[in-house]
């Protein structure tokens, strides 16, 4: 059976790529802050095995490199205290 499971994104992780362990088959559905901290909700099959999936913050303003791999926008964020605006990618693969 599948249900919506969030996944909290590591603080370190707010500039560059990171990984974060999800059931096989997961499908990322948005990215949003909530109590403070960056959350991805997955529609998730908790009985599937952990896979690492791979995303892309990129902030407002960033340059972005030129990267071959394919990726699919997820979603942008806002950071009040910081007034920073982070754009969310998952690496398709």
């Known amino acids: 059976?599948?249900?919506?499971?969030?996944?909290?994104?590591?603080?370190?992780?707010?500039?560059?790529?990171?990984?974060?362990?999800?059931?096989?088959?997961?499908?990322?559905?948005t990215v949003q802050i909530r109590d403070g901290f960056l959350v991805i909700w997955a529609v998730v099959d908790p009985s599937e095995q952990l896979v690492a999936k791979e995303f892309l913050f990129i902030p407002t303003d960033a340059?972005?490199?030129?990267?071959?791999?394919l990726k699919r926008y997820v979603g942008s964020c806002q950071e009040s205290d910081e007034h920073a605006t982070y754009h969310l990618f998952e690496f398709l693969s």
């Open 1 to 29: 059976m599948k249900v919506i499971e969030e996944f909290a994104v590591p603080d370190t992780d707010k500039d560059g790529e990171f990984e974060i362990p999800m059931p096989l088959g997961s499908a990322v559905l």
């Open 63 to 69: 340059d972005i490199r030129d990267d071959s791999r």
